[in-house]
């Protein structure tokens, strides 16, 4: 027995120890910089200067992070209920019986194996470009030419052709976790449901949104992650480097940190710091309340 117990300790020590020094030690070094005035992230702990709470003070007081926290609870609310909603219909006509299945999955799937900066390239270029764009020459050829002159790009429009096609995107992603849940529900299940007399809406109402509740919980996570973490499509639809109408949290602890731009007037590794606190701090909630809202047990099929 203690030959056993010493053996995994020696196999688990590494993990523990790698573990510690890639997750632990950051995350801790993280929380003590926001309590400290920091030029630099490789600025010695003997430089740093305590300032207690003052860095969150200072980012509830500026106009221009508020303005990104509410245009992140924008992409996250608006644009999750998009995505999830699109992602769950593509899901459930996949696994409704169609031909091509594989095909069209794979179309909708293709936009996450682009890389961002190219996706948001041709959208600015191709889709939205106001000479030759896509929805300008659709608009024209259909004759609407108030919506053909609109300037997608425009900073009144900026905000909105930013989540559109930052939505396009992402819901390959989301579909996939919400077609693999439902493959995973027995078809003996509908098929009894058919002989009792359920229709298709029937069928998906009360069998296959009830058994799709983990699968819900997951998406939602992994959405508030991903929208978190928002930076490179905000940094190529913005026209200056930081706009209004574009600017994440995690583009303004990009320009405290490095003290990139006209907008920060001295570097801030601290500031910085504390906007990664507050992110983690908004995950944490909302997958909390994601579990407090669907329970924790799923239901058995």
């Given at each position: 027995?203690?030959?056993?117990?010493?053996?995994?300790?020696?196999?688990?020590?590494?993990?523990?120890?790698?573990?510690?020094?890639?997750?632990?030690?950051?995350?801790?070094?993280?929380?003590?910089?926001?309590?400290?005035?920091?030029?630099?992230?490789?600025?010695?702990?003997?430089?740093?200067?305590?300032?207690?709470?003052?860095?969150?003070?200072?980012?509830?007081?500026?106009?221009?992070?508020?303005?990104?926290?509410?245009?992140?609870?924008?992409?996250?609310?608006?644009?999750?209920?998009?995505?999830?909603?699109?992602?769950?219909?593509?899901?459930?006509?996949?696994?409704?019986?169609?031909?091509?299945?594989?095909?069209?999955?794979?179309v909708i799937y293709m936009p996450n194996i682009i890389s961002?900066?190219?996706?948001?390239?041709?959208?600015?270029?191709?889709?939205?470009?106001?000479?030759?764009?896509?929805?300008?020459?659709?608009?024209?050829?259909?004759?609407?030419?108030?919506?053909?002159?609109?300037?997608?790009?425009?900073?009144?429009?900026?905000?909105?052709?930013?989540?559109?096609?930052?939505?396009?995107?992402?819901?390959?992603?989301?579909?996939?976790?919400?077609?693999?849940?439902?493959?995973?529900?027995?078809?003996?299940?509908?098929?009894?449901?058919?002989?009792?007399?359920?229709?298709?809406?029937?069928?998906?109402?009360?069998?296959?949104?009830?058994?799709?509740?983990?699968v819900f919980k997951t998406n939602i996570t992994m959405w508030?992650?991903?929208?978190?973490?928002?930076?490179?499509?905000?940094?190529?639809?913005?026209?200056?480097?930081?706009?209004?109408?574009?600017?994440?949290?995690?583009?303004?602890?990009?320009?405290?940190?490095?003290?990139?731009?006209?907008?920060?007037?001295?570097?801030?590794?601290?500031?910085?710091?504390?906007?990664?606190?507050?992110?983690?701090?908004?995950?944490?909630?909302?997958?909390?309340?994601?579990?407090?809202?669907?329970?924790?047990?799923?239901?058995?099929?």
């Open positions: 027995m203690k030959q056993s117990k010493a053996a995994i300790a020696v196999f688990i020590t590494p993990a523990l120890l790698l573990f510690l020094a890639i997750f632990v030690y950051p995350i801790a070094r993280t929380l003590l910089m926001s309590l400290f005035r920091v030029e630099s992230v490789t600025t010695p702990i003997s430089e740093w200067s305590l300032v207690w709470f003052d860095n969150y003070v200072k980012l509830y007081n500026t106009e221009l992070f508020r303005t990104s926290m509410w245009n992140l609870l924008r992409i996250w609310a608006v644009g999750g209920l998009v995505v999830m909603s699109l992602a769950l219909l593509f899901a459930a006509i996949l696994n409704s019986g169609i031909r091509f299945k594989k095909f069209f999955r794979a961002a900066v190219a996706l948001a390239t041709m959208w600015l270029q191709f889709v939205y470009n106001t000479r030759y764009g896509l929805l300008t020459g659709l608009f024209k050829w259909l004759g609407w030419q108030s919506l053909a002159a609109v300037q997608w790009t425009a900073p009144e429009n900026m905000f909105w052709a930013l989540l559109f096609a930052y939505c396009f995107g992402m819901v390959g992603y989301h579909m996939l976790i919400f077609s693999s849940g439902i493959e995973k529900i027995p078809q003996d299940i509908y098929e009894a449901s058919i002989i009792d007399g359920a229709n298709k809406p029937m069928q998906f109402r009360y069998i296959t949104l009830p058994l799709l509740k983990g508030s992650i991903t929208s978190v973490g928002f930076f490179v499509w905000s940094q190529l639809f913005s026209t200056v480097t930081a706009s209004n109408q574009t600017i994440t949290p995690m583009v303004y602890m990009y320009l405290q940190v490095f003290g990139a731009g006209n907008v920060v007037t001295e570097r801030n590794a601290g500031l910085g710091a504390a906007i990664g606190v507050l992110m983690a701090v908004c995950v944490v909630a909302i997958f909390l309340a994601t579990n407090a809202m669907f329970g924790k047990d799923d239901l058995e099929f």
